[in-house]
Each structure stands twice: as structure tokens, then as C-alpha cells.
């Protein structure tokens, strides 16, 4: 608050007005934005409506990622998303079940993890590369020493038309993948990242759990690979087809974007297959995807079995309208 009362005496100094005066036009312009401007924001904008230099303030207000420590509350940083990692999904003791993902943002001083926990995972709506604007988190420090970013229950998070340039800590180049954006039938170097959008045309209708042995990565039928006798892992993979008009090419989607795409976590995938079966699932699947028009983000890869190219999806979101 400390912020607050000098704004508070600068401009009591400058305009010859008596505080309460300056407090009632601050509590007022926080009424007016009902609320979703802080007291200091509040006291900032009255500021500037009368016509009071507050440049010596504003220096200090832009916080950057090598100014956070554990324990701050209402953290507001502006920062480039530069990895989403997959979510982990977990019980409660309760028996609740929630999930956290893990993402990792920067900006010209250093990378931080945002941490994001069930609904707040939903929400976010971002893709690497994007500069986000994180409004009201806190800091917590992690088990080996770090700080991470959390938002709390007011938190929100939105995208801004903004440029920074991601740095590490000791001030290296951080690189973030970048998506090339293509016609389909431009695609044409194998390991090239790029996105693309379009209409699925089919899905196959495979297996879509796939098992393997951890130790000798074959795929195998059983639940134990008999040389190793360990139990298998399963993989979940979707395939379609994605048309833009220009061609169409072959997209794979993996784990947790299978399940998006399928709009069901592995386990409800193979409930329905083991009650309903393999064409049923499908259909359901097909009916939510063949009318969607889809943004694919992912790395070209060339099918060594026939030498076509298809697509890792990494990152995909259906667009509410076609452009
Ligand atoms: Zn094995």
C-alpha cells in the first residue's frame, strides 16, 4: 500500500486538493470499473486524469520474471508462453480427481513454471509462442528452491498484442518452436514444424490403445511382454485425414491430444470400446470432428512403411469460424 499513499500525496501536493477528496475520486473510478482495477490502479488513472506525472512510479511497476520471489500475492507480469507440457492427472484424498499442468513462460530476464490446476487447465486457450498477460498470481517456491507462478482464485490470464523476447537467466537465447504456416500441399520437408487447417475427411478406425513392452519398445499383444515379463504401457494414438482444400495429408494425434480429440481420457476410451466396440467409439468420435473446421500445429515426419509424410500433431484446437 505503500505505493498507494504516495500516488495518494503527489497528487494531494501537486493539484492543492485535500485527501479525502483525492480518496473519494479514487474509490469512485474503482466503482466505475466495477471492480476489476486495483485501489493503486484506481489511484493511477485518477492520476493521469488530472494531469499528474507519476513517470518516477510507473518505472518500478512493470514486474519481470527475475523480480519474483517466494510469497508474492497479486502478481501481475506479462510474459511469452514457451512450452506446454501435457497435464498429470491425480486422486484427491477425498477421492476427487484433479489434474495440473505445467507451463513454461519468460520474458527478457528469465523462464519461469506457471503452474495451472483443473478448471484454470481448461481454461487456458494459448499456444507456444503467445504473449500472455497473467493477472493476479501468486508465487510459491518449489522443492528445489525455484518460484513458480500460480494463479489464484481471481487469477486470469489473457493474450496481448505485445513483443518479448525470451531470454534465460544469464541472459542466453531461448528458442521457442515455431509453426511455419502451410497449405497442405506445400508440405513437403520431413522434421519441418508447421501448422495447418482443415476439415477431417476420415478417421481410421484402428486400435487406437497400442501396447508396448517398456524395456524392448516392441508392440505386443498381452498385458506382459513374455521376454521381459514386465508389464506392457499403453499408448493411445488417433489417426485421420485433414483436407484444406490444396490436399490432405495423414495426422497422428498422441496421449493427451487423442484424448482431446476424442473428447474422452483413455480409460473412458476403453470402457466404450470394451462395452460398445471399436466402430461405436468411432462413430461417436466422428460425429464431433467431421463437422469441425481444425487449427493442427505439429512436425512433418515421413511414414517409413510407405514413404508418405504425415503429421505429430502437438498442438490442435477446432476454430469457431472458417477463415
Ligand atoms: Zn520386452
Redesign the pocket.
Known amino acids: 500500500m505503500e505505493e498507494f499513499v504516495k500516488i495518494v500525496k503527489k497528487i494531494v501536493e501537486e493539484k492543492d486538493l485535500r485527501e479525502e477528496e483525492v480518496l473519494k475520486m479514487i474509490d469512485e473510478k474503482q466503482e466505475e470499473f466495477e471492480g476489476i482495477i486495483s485501489k493503486v490502479g484506481a489511484a493511477y488513472v485518477v492520476a493521469k486524469e488530472l494531469g499528474v506525472n507519476l513517470k518516477e512510479f510507473e518505472e518500478d511497476e512493470e514486474l519481470k520474471i527475475k523480480d519474483l520471489t517466494p510469497g508474492m500475492s497479486s502478481v501481475n507480469i506479462k510474459v511469452k508462453v514457451v512450452r506446454i507440457f501435457d497435464e498429470t492427472r491425480f486422486t484427491r484424498k477425498d477421492g476427487s480427481e484433479g489434474k495440473v499442468k505445467n507451463i513454461l513462460v519468460g520474458d527478457e530476464t528469465g523462464i519461469t513454471r506457471l503452474v495451472l490446476w483443473d478448471e484454470q487447465i481448461d481454461d487456458f486457450d494459448y499456444e507456444e509462442g503467445d504473449v500472455i498477460e497473467i493477472i493476479r498470481a501468486y508465487t510459491k517456491e518449489t522443492y528445489n528452491g525455484n518460484v513458480e507462478l500460480r494463479l489464484g482464485n481471481y487469477g486470469l490470464i489473457k493474450k496481448i498484442d505485445e513483443k518479448i523476447e525470451v531470454k534465460d537467466k544469464d541472459g542466453g537465447e531461448v528458442v521457442i518452436r515455431e509453426y511455419l504456416n502451410k497449405n497442405i500441399v506445400e508440405i513437403n520437408k520431413d522434421k519441418e514444424n508447421i501448422s495447418i487447417k482443415g476439415y477431417f475427411t476420415r478417421l481410421f478406425r484402428k486400435e487406437p490403445i497400442l501396447r508396448f ?1 517398456p ?2 519398445k ?1 508392440r505386443i499383444e498381452g498385458e506382459k ?1 513374455n ?2 515379463n514386465i508389464e506392457s504401457e499403453k499408448l493411445l494414438i488417433l489417426s485421420g485425414i485433414i483436407d484444406d482444400g490444396t490436399s490432405s495429408i495423414i495426422v497422428n494425434f498422441f496421449r493427451q491430444d487423442a484424448e482431446k480429440l476424442a473428447g474422452m481420457y483413455e480409460e473412458e476410451i476403453e470402457e466404450v470400446i470394451k462395452k460398445e466396440g471399436k466402430d461405436a467409439f468411432y462413430e461417436r468420435v466422428e460425429q464431433r470432428l467431421l463437422k469441425g473446421f481444425f487449427k493442427i500445429k505439429g512436425t512433418v515426419k515421413v511414414n517409413d512403411y510407405n514413404n508418405t509424410l504425415e503429421v505429430t500433431v502437438h498442438n490442435f484446437k477446432e476454430l469457431k469460424e472458417v477463415i
Open positions: 513392452c524395456k524392448c516392441k511382454c521376454i521381459h
